[in-house]
């Protein structure tokens, strides 16, 4: 798990072209942008712009993903993103290759607090619990970029 500001994604582009792709459409993207799904790159680099209102972290379940890596971006609002290695989680929803997901259940020791400007980049290993109730509930614009891995 990578946690930053975008600001400073410049110094992530040699993870590889992809990521270097997805990290450029996050300083260029304008908050105007509608919700759903925009193609940068085929299926290899794709966003998914959302707008929702977190809820408490004990009515969410973490999940992880196989094919894609997720650069987790929240443009304005805040929020708490759980983290927790794939190894302390239980399993309560199968890995789906279509959805590229599997959803688990486990304590939630690793808060990722995200503010507005932050950026995390989440790898298979990686359960994480997205769209946590930080402080009050209040809208978060976010861009999750989906990575081809």
Excluded at 52 to 64: H, I, L, S, V
Excluded at 97 to 111: H, I, N, Q, V
Aim: glycine fraction near 8%; hydrophobic fraction near 40%; include cysteine.
């Amino acid at each position: 798990m990578i946690f930053d500001m975008l600001d400073h994604a410049g110094a992530y582009h040699q993870i590889g072209s992809r990521f270097a792709a997805a990290l450029k459409y996050l300083r260029t993207f304008d908050p105007a942008t509608p919700d759903g799904k925009i193609v940068i790159e085929d299926d290899n680099v794709f966003a998914v712009v959302q707008s929702y209102t977190p809820t408490p972290a004990g009515e969410r379940p973490y999940e992880a993903h196989r094919g894609y890596a997720d650069i987790q971006y929240v443009v304005s609002g805040e929020e708490i993103i759980y983290y927790a290695p794939l190894v302390e989680l239980r399993e309560t929803a199968a890995y789906t290759e279509s959805g590229d997901y599997a959803l688990y259940t486990g304590e939630d020791k690793f808060p990722l607090l995200m503010p507005a400007g932050c950026f995390a980049i989440l790898w298979p290993q990686d359960g994480h619990k997205p769209g946590c109730l930080w402080r009050i509930p209040a809208p978060v614009k976010k861009v999750v970029m989906k990575v081809r891995l």
